[in-house]
């Protein structure tokens, strides 16, 4: 067995410690030793994008980064998303427009709409196909995700509108 490495990240606005093998992928130190199950282990090969998560800024498959890596981080999984009891725009605007049925999916969706909609916060249907492209549905056939995040769009942008200056707010802390 490996000697097990320390490492240190933030999670949803909070700091975490965590000892890992040095081979041990982020999305089962999430799951197994954080409890932070919202990210889905699906293909573990980086196909199915169930398992995004954003890190440092940068939307990434968490069955393809060691957790070692993650040192001195900032990371966010759809658990970050809600805050103060209020949800995100974008999982409301998953509810209200059907972008989900069965959820498996969902979180990795949610966490990739969330980065696109950082770097492009009124994004075309084009542009939004093709930043969720690697995340994979079986049961929607994608036109209510298309929705949702354009959904979320406009509601994010009419918030930035309220407060001059500023971007979209991004999820800080774990909801409870």
Request: glycine residues 8%; aromatic residues 4%; contains cysteine.
């Amino acid at each position: 067995m490996a000697k097990k490495v320390a490492v240190s990240f933030n999670l949803n606005g909070n700091d975490v410690d965590v000892l890992v093998e040095p081979r041990e992928l982020l999305i089962h130190t999430l799951r197994e030793k954080l409890a932070t199950t919202g990210p889905h282990i699906g293909c573990e090969t980086s196909h199915c994008g169930a398992c995004t998560v954003d890190l440092d800024g940068m939307s990434v498959k968490s069955c393809t980064v060691l957790t070692v890596q993650c040192q001195g981080a900032r990371l966010l999984t759809i658990e970050g998303f809600e805050q103060g009891g209020a949800l995100h725009a974008l999982q409301q605007a998953f509810s209200q427009e059907h972008g989900l049925q069965c959820g498996y999916c969902t979180p990795g969706m949610i966490t990739r709409a969330y980065r696109l909609l950082q770097e492009i916060p009124n994004p075309s249907e084009e542009e939004i196909r093709y930043w969720m492209s690697g995340n994979l549905c079986r049961c929607t056939g994608y036109q209510n995700i298309v929705k949702a995040v354009q959904a979320a769009a406009k509601v994010l942008a009419a918030q930035a509108a309220e407060k001059p200056g500023a971007k979209a707010p991004a999820p800080e802390k774990v909801s409870a």
